[in-house]
């Protein structure tokens, strides 16, 4: 059964520490995304990655870092620099495709919500 | 950069009347996709258009993408109560396949 899977659903953490995301997906896609979400608010773009070890800052990379070593997984970090880091964090992941033609579609995880105590 | 921007923030309706949601880019794009997420959900894809004027449906949902592709509309017509969620738009931007998406758009049914 083919997806995207985030892990935990629900995380609590304490001012000044590190956490760390998982999004893992088995649909074969280059392309993976962040993207954070407040109440009432669209998405915003934290980081992305076009393939493997490669990945590139979105509107909002502060506090925030990534790895992608393998092509199934884009773990994000939320670190303690990171200012208001209490959000819903949506994972997705795309077919990159060939430049120049359509976009493909983005499929998203069931999403983290982080909670800063 | 580019913006996209979606009106209104908020629909609430009476179960069987139509809703209306649209959505205006500051540039001119090349493809404009919908999403919708139902409540403690994530995005879920529901389209992509291409051409300028193009108008797609989906049962009860017409999507349309305007002559100069700058903007988008989207008609539920007799909404349900399972149409309840926020719908977003989403149009291109970069060069590497980001896409910018809407505030949204909250729709609630009333029973």
């Known amino acids: 059964d083919g997806g995207i899977t985030q892990s935990p659903k629900y995380l609590f953490r304490k001012e000044g520490q590190n956490v760390t995301l998982s999004c893992e997906q088995n649909?074969?896609?280059?392309?993976m995304y962040w993207y954070r979400q407040d109440p009432g608010q669209g998405l915003r773009l934290i980081y992305y990655s076009q393939i493997v070890n490669d990945f590139q800052k979105g509107d909002i990379a502060e506090g925030y870092s990534v790895s992608r070593e393998k092509k199934e997984s884009f773990p994000l970090t939320v670190t303690s620099a990171q200012k208001n880091p209490t959000a819903f964090y949506l994972c997705?992941?795309?077919?990159?495709?060939?430049?120049?033609?359509?976009?493909?579609?983005?499929?998203f995880g069931p999403g983290t919500r982080l909670t800063v105590l | 950069g580019q913006q996209v921007m979606q009106i209104p923030q908020y629909q609430h309706v009476q179960e069987g009347e139509d809703f209306t949601t649209y959505c205006n880019s500051s540039?001119?794009?090349?493809?404009i996709q919908w999403y919708k997420q139902r409540p403690g959900g994530h995005p879920v894809f529901l389209i992509q258009l291409v051409k300028s004027g193009e108008v797609k449906k989906q049962k009860r949902l017409t999507f349309q993408f305007g002559e100069a592709k700058k903007n988008s509309s989207l008609h539920i017509t007799a909404t349900q109560t399972t149409d309840v969620g926020t719908y977003f738009c989403a149009g291109p931007s970069g060069s590497a396949r980001q896409l910018t998406f809407g505030s949204g758009t909250q729709l609630t049914v009333l029973p």
């Open positions: 997705a992941s795309s077919i990159s495709g060939t430049p120049g033609r359509t976009y493909n579609e983005q499929f």
């Open positions: 649909l074969n896609h280059d392309a």
């Open positions: 540039t001119t794009l090349s493809n």
